[in-house]
C-alpha cells in the first residue's frame, strides 16, 4: 500500500509542475532536444514491464505493447475525482491535428492546436490573460485539452490525482473522459462552467454535462500524462476515452473557473510529448 500511495503521491505531483507557457524570452527547444527526450523514455522503459502510455495519436492503431489490464468501467458507474486541463491538446487527432511545436522542451507551448476555423471576431484577444500561472496565461484562440478523471474508488471530486486514492483503495481503477475545447472572444460560445458542473447521479460523483455530441470517444488503454514522463514511464493504468471534435468556449468563462473550483485549479498543465514508440502503446480496435 505504501508503495501505491508513492506512486499516486508522483502522479499527483505531475499534476503540480510549471505552467504551460514557456519563460519569458526562452528559446524553443531543438528537434535534437525531443529526440534525445523520446530515446531516453525508451531506453527508461526498455525491459521494465512498463504498461502502454499516453498522449497518442488517436488516429492510428498501430500499437504492439504486450502489458495488458482489464479496462475501467463506462464513467458513470465511477467516481469522478478531479477534473484538470492542459494547454494545448496532449493527443492528436480530429478537430487539434495540427503541432504547436516544439516548446520548451519542458511541456510548455507543445502539444497540438485546434485545426479549424476562427473568425476575425472570434480571434480578438482580450486585454488580460485568463487562468495567469507561473509562467502565463490563456487567451482567446488557444486550444487547451480537459482530463475528467474518474475512479472506482469511493471517493469525492478534490485536487490533483491524489483525490482519486482511498484508504479503503489504495490500487483502484481509473478512467478519463478528454474533451478538446479553443477559446473564443464570443459571449454567446459555450460557458465552460456548464461542462466542468459537478453533482450526483445514481449514486455516484459525476461531471454532469460530460459532452456526448463530440464525435464518438476513441478508446485505448495508456497511462497519466504531463511533461514529468517525457523521459521516464508512467507506471498507472488508465482507460481513456477521446472525444475527436472540439467545442468552442468563451474565454471568460474559463478565466471564471480558475477563479475558484474544488479542484483548487487555476493555471493550464504542461503538455508531455507525444509517444509514438509502437512498444510503448496499445492497440486501438
Not at 498522449?55 to 504486450?66: E, F, H, L
Not at 463506462?74 to 477534473?83: E, T
Not at 460560445?189 to 464518438?216: C, H, M, S, W
Not at 503538455?271 to 486501438?284: H, Y
Request: hydrophobic share 35%.
Amino acid at each position: 500500500m505504501k508503495t501505491q500511495k508513492k506512486i499516486f503521491a508522483l502522479a499527483a505531483m505531475t499534476l503540480a509542475v510549471t505552467g504551460f507557457a514557456s519563460e519569458n524570452g526562452s528559446s524553443a527547444a531543438a528537434d535534437s532536444t525531443i529526440k534525445a527526450q523520446n530515446a531516453a523514455l525508451i531506453s527508461a522503459t526498455d525491459g521494465k514491464g512498463f504498461g502502454p502510455q499516453s498522449p497518442r495519436d488517436i488516429t492510428a492503431k498501430v500499437g504492439k505493447n504486450a502489458r495488458s489490464f482489464a479496462a475501467a468501467p463506462a464513467y458513470q458507474s465511477m467516481n469522478l475525482c478531479n477534473i484538470h486541463f492542459h494547454a494545448n491538446a496532449e493527443h492528436k487527432g480530429g478537430d487539434f491535428m495540427k503541432f504547436a511545436g516544439n516548446g520548451n522542451g519542458h511541456g510548455g507551448e507543445t502539444g497540438f492546436v485546434y485545426s479549424g476555423k476562427l473568425s476575425a471576431a472570434e480571434k480578438t484577444k482580450l486585454a488580460k490573460d485568463v487562468c495567469m500561472g507561473a509562467h502565463g496565461g490563456l487567451n482567446t484562440g488557444d486550444t487547451v485539452e480537459l482530463h475528467y478523471v474518474h475512479s472506482s474508488a469511493q471517493v469525492i471530486p478534490g485536487p490533483t490525482l491524489g483525490a482519486c486514492l482511498s484508504e479503503s483503495l489504495s490500487n483502484p481503477q481509473l478512467r478519463v473522459e478528454a474533451q478538446v475545447f479553443v477559446l473564443v472572444n464570443d459571449d454567446k460560445a459555450a460557458d465552460f462552467n456548464k461542462f466542468v458542473e459537478l453533482g450526483q447521479r445514481n449514486g455516484y460523483q459525476q461531471a454532469l454535462n460530460i459532452p456526448t455530441n463530440t464525435g464518438t470517444p476513441v478508446q485505448y488503454a495508456g497511462s497519466t500524462t504531463g511533461p514529468a514522463y517525457n523521459e521516464k514511464g508512467s507506471p498507472l493504468q488508465v482507460s481513456w476515452s477521446v472525444r475527436p471534435k472540439a467545442i468552442k468556449v468563451s474565454t471568460q468563462s474559463v478565466g471564471k473557473w480558475c477563479e475558484g473550483n474544488v479542484f483548487k485549479e487555476d493555471h493550464a498543465h504542461g503538455v508531455r510529448n507525444l509517444v509514438t514508440e509502437v512498444n510503448l502503446l496499445s492497440k486501438i480496435k
